[in-house]
């Protein structure tokens, strides 16, 4: 079977070859692509962005690459890459940008399956995460009126990248999602969607590194990332002074970039108001000696950094099904997580971890409390969600899951066209 793969930003192995920095974001497409580059019988191609100006071709480990230019989402270059490759089915990941729009638009002579990663419509309601209008305007920098990162600008830029989302499942027959949240958020745009069910591959190292409390950091939490407020890195650090009032000690490792290491006068004037608030919130709690910033991790590193830790927090707004509850499940790490999007199918409360509304940090406070002072709670936690995240990320039983929506795609696509 020839199956080619699109992608939205560009893959680890062709970063590497153009000496580019690769997004960890796309871990588990890269870990189930190494799964099916080792097969015989699939021919693998993977369609991704690069900073090139025309189609460039590239064969990589076993899969085919095709980098398309800068300008992609707007160009419709589909047809040289389809005449080329001539995929039996194609998997789109993702709706959150507009080159996927051109090929659904425009390429119906092959089955395409589209991977729900996010759902930018239902995201767009959540985005500022319970923070009010004065709070936004009191630390809000020019940054928040002009980039796509901003207070007000962020929000503005959901919603448009919204528009196209819709589009894009309004013209979709077949998608593939990981949650209930996700099931009923696609539904709603387009009820005639064929729906499959398969969770994400989680990376190797995750299933090498198992948290136990001997080598526990005692009082220890950790995040994994926090650049804009639906991911609710404000509401840990409210949660993060109730706990220092019991524990002076406790730590707080947040994943990713430094959001307030020293930079120049001209990047501070268009410094984004979401971090003004973020450092307005650690020197109104004092909790500078709290907080470290690990930097980016490699997989090796976050699957280390999660077997040592106390606590693992998912504090955000909105998600649907993330990866890094599903990597802190499979290595056994406590965690307390929103209950939003798909968190409430992956982790079952009181049994696997707990969970709690996102915007309330007494609670997020009371139930990381529970944890430190209750090692056989943290203990019946890791082992059960370890259990069960094991069997729902096993990957040979995701690779036939995957191949299977493949082959029901297929059947179901040429039915429908012989009819």
């Known amino acids: 079977m020839k199956i080619l793969w699109t992608v939205n930003t560009i893959m680890p192995e062709v970063a590497k070859q153009l000496g580019l920095p690769a997004w960890h974001a ?19 191609s993977i369609v991704c962005g690069g900073p090139n100006h025309s189609i460039q071709k590239k064969q990589l480990g076993g899969i085919i690459y095709y980098i398309m230019p800068v300008d ?10 389809l005449k080329d490759f001539q995929p039996d089915i194609i998997h789109a990941y993702g709706t959150e940008v507009g080159h996927n729009y051109l090929l659904l638009k425009n390429h119906t002579n092959v089955p395409i399956v589209v991977s729900l990663q996010g759902i930018l419509t239902e995201y767009a309601k959540h985005y500022y995460a319970g923070i009010d209008i004065s709070t936004m305007i009191r630390f809000s920098q020019l940054k928040d009126l002009f980039l796509t990162t901003g207070f007000f600008s962020g929000k503005q830029d959901f919603i448009k990248r919204s528009e196209t989302e819709k589009k894009m499942l309004r013209l979709a027959h077949y998608v593939e999602g990981r949650s209930t949240w996700d099931y009923v958020s696609s539904k709603r745009i387009n009820p005639n969607l064929m729906y499959y069910y398969c969770p994400r591959m989680i990376r190797e190292p995750f299933f090498i590194h198992t948290w136990n409390l ?10 994994h990332q926090g650049s804009y407020p639906i991911k609710g890195l404000h509401i840990v650090f409210e949660a993060l002074f109730l706990l220092k009032q019991k524990y002076p000690d406790v730590k707080l490792y947040v994943a990713g970039s430094n959001l307030f290491s020293k930079i120049s006068w ?23 000696a709290n907080i470290i910033f690990t930097g980016f991790l490699s997989a090796d590193e976050m699957a280390q950094r999660l077997s040592h830790i106390n606590v693992s927090i998912m504090p955000s707004a909105i998600e649907n099904a993330p990866n890094s509850l599903a990597e802190a499940m499979v290595v056994g790490t406590p965690i307390v997580a929103s209950f939003v999007g798909g968190n409430m199918d992956m982790l079952e409360h009181n049994k696997e ?10 609670m997020l406070a009371y139930y990381v409390s529970k944890l430190f002072d209750n090692d056989q709670i943290s203990s019946d936690f890791s ?26 795609v297929k059947e179901d696509f040429l039915k429908k066209r012989i009819n």
């Open 383 to 408: 082992a059960a969600s370890r259990k069960t995240a094991l069997e729902r990320h096993d990957p040979d039983g995701l690779e036939k899951k995957l191949l299977k929506i493949y082959e029901d």
């Open 353 to 362: 971890g707990f969970l709690y509304c996102f915007n309330e940090p007494n």
């Open 26 to 44: 796309i871990s588990w497409v890269d870990a189930m692509s190494k799964k099916l580059a080792n097969r015989e019988d699939i021919q693998l």
């Open 266 to 288: 001209k990047h501070k004037i268009f410094q984004k108001g979401y971090v003004n608030y973020l450092k307005h919130l650690i020197k109104k709690y004092d909790l500078s």
């Open 214 to 223: 001997e080598q526990m950091e005692r009082h220890s939490l950790m995040v």
């Open 72 to 81: 992609w989402s707007k160009v419709d270059y589909w047809d040289e890459v």
